[in-house]
């Protein structure tokens, strides 16, 4: 028994948005339609005023020829290529170039054949007639056909659509706008336009109003029903941005934010960069920018060696010392999937660059020796590391093993096998430290600072330069608070902090790999680069801001809850030691620290007797030895405190 079809609204609906675009000899069967119907139009409204429209008696004949040219017009212009659904002015130009042409041929034609007839073969007026009629209807019916799946077939429930007002009047600001509202399936409703300039309070855009912003954004936005905001100003500075985005979330108003347009035809990738706004976004400061000039005469068509290379800084810099065209790519590190993931990414990119992908750690000298041995790498950029603070704090063996040892072993086989630049990752965590990850970044720092000055004092010319780079928190890295807490958001919450007043400075991992890769170019031995990283961010503003993004209410949806600082935490970071100085360098943003620096000596037989305790695993005997290799590290909130004492 056959099942009865149920045409309702929503089937209807369905069905329609599911058809496939019409194929092109049907769009022509159309508009063949429409030309004859304009035809009739013309001949009975002609016949009415007892006039003839076809004079000559070859009727048939031109009929033929009629159509024949229009069909030919058709073609040459193209006019059944465009999708009917989408059509634009563009189609509207191509049918009036085409009708246009249809007209002159025939007023030419009959130009002629009353030269050699000595009559008419049409008259003129009907003929003109005859194409307006054409030509508006071709038009019409593709504007009925695009207003339709505009307005009714296009699959929108309005309950679910974002009720939004995009920021700006611009070119840019329109084809955001349009491009938003052929979307599918749609997200947006666009319910007005704003302009910030106060010059277009009576007028219209896209048959929406234009507000103008004597008001606050939130009282814009409650005034049209607005539930969200797109950015499309390109001409707001980084403050006004910022100004925009913490007014719309005090109101819990989404945000959305789209990158400058420039292919004007994709409407489709227009409408897929509309992004909600990312924490990244909300840093207080203008994105760096480096000079890839210099850094590229670093790189390009060199060796380069690169630990930690499955990290979320060490891959990071890969991608970008693959877009200078090294000769060669060594990416190193002992997590195998993460390494095998970084590998199958690369492969990707479109370059002449050989990649090896070795995995081995860096506390094995005799492995790591063979690398140098075979690849005789030319720089080298050294971010493997233990970084997180509770657990190297329970563990401080490991964080000697890897982040001191790993690191004299890098070092030395540098100056060994003569690599030009050796350019070492650390932390802010290493400046005045309170926590055993810190510290041993420090004791590493020290190394390759006091290995430079020996060489240097060798005047050996072909010495390694090494240079260090220390920032601070990397949003979005591996076991930082962003991911943590887009976790904790994710599960309901609660998002918890360790206390509420702790601050910390913050950039992007591309910003952060930027800072390395000019380090290396601008460096020339025994720097330690700091960064200008802005004003620093109170964690709990961070969270709430996040749950705002996340479309909930702090305290309401989202629970925050504070736990308590962690062994060896501190409230703030610093960039710079107690007894340390600034130097400027030609980039404002980044700047040199003047670190006492110890003899290499004293202080090599010092490592060397740390890596010997650390072999022991006798924490507190560790513990002791850092602290007078760094006399400045003194522990917080963590049971080696005792040891200050």
Known sequence: MKKLINFTETNFRINIHNLSYLPRWIIVIIDFSVLITSFLLTYSLFIGFQLDYIITKKYFTFIIIFFGVNLFFFWLFRTYSG????????DAVKLLFSQTSVLVFFLFFNFLFEMLYKEKAILNTALFINIVLSFCGLFLYRVIVKQTFELYFIEKNENKLIKA?????????????KSLKLETPSRFKIVAFVDKNNQNASKRMLDLPI????????????????????????????????VLIEQCLEFNYKVYNIPTITD???????????KN????????????????ISISKQLEDKTILITGAAGSIGS???????????????????????????????????????????ITDIRNKVALERIFKMYQPQMVYHAAAYKHVPLMEENPSQAILTNVEGTKNLADLSCKYKVHKFVMISTDKAVNPSNVMGASKRIAEKYVQSLY????????????????????????????????????IAEGGPITITHPDIIRY?????????????????????EIYIFDMGKPVKIIDLARKMIKLAGFIPERDIKIKIVGLRPGEKLYEELLNDTSKTLTTYHEKIMIAEEIQMEFEDLHTDIEELIGIADFFDNEDIVSKMKKIVPEFISMNSSYALLDK
């Open 83 to 90: 999708i009917i659904r989408h059509s634009s002015y563009i």
């Open 165 to 177: 007002v995009i920021y700006g009047t611009d070119a840019n600001a329109i084809s955001v706008a």
């Open 211 to 242: 507000l103008i912003q004597r008001k606050k954004i939130p009282a814009l936005m409650r005034s049209v029903g607005a539930e969200g905001l797109v950015i499309a100003d390109k001409s707001l500075s980084k403050e006004e941005q910022l």
């Open 264 to 274: 004007w035809e994709d409407q489709k990738e227009i409408s897929q960069k509309v």
């Open 277 to 292: 706004i990312q924490i990244e976004d909300l840093l207080e400061r203008e994105a760096i920018k480096l000079d890839s």
């Open 316 to 358: 990071e810099i890969v991608r970008q010392v693959l877009s200078f065209n090294p000769k060669k790519v060594i990416i190193l590190d002992q997590a195998e999937t993460p390494l095998h993931h970084i590998c199958l990414e690369v492969e990707n990119i479109k370059s002449d660059t050989i990649i090896h992908t070795v």
């Open 453 to 488: 000055l020996k060489s240097k004092g060798l005047n050996d010319l072909h010495a390694t330069k090494f240079i260090t780079t220390r920032f601070g928190n990397v949003l979005g890295s591996n076991g930082s608070v962003v991911p943590l807490f887009t976790k904790q």
């Open 506 to 526: 913050f950039m992007t991992i591309p910003e952060a790999c930027q800072l390395v890769l000019e380090a290396g170019s601008m460096g020339n031995g025994g």
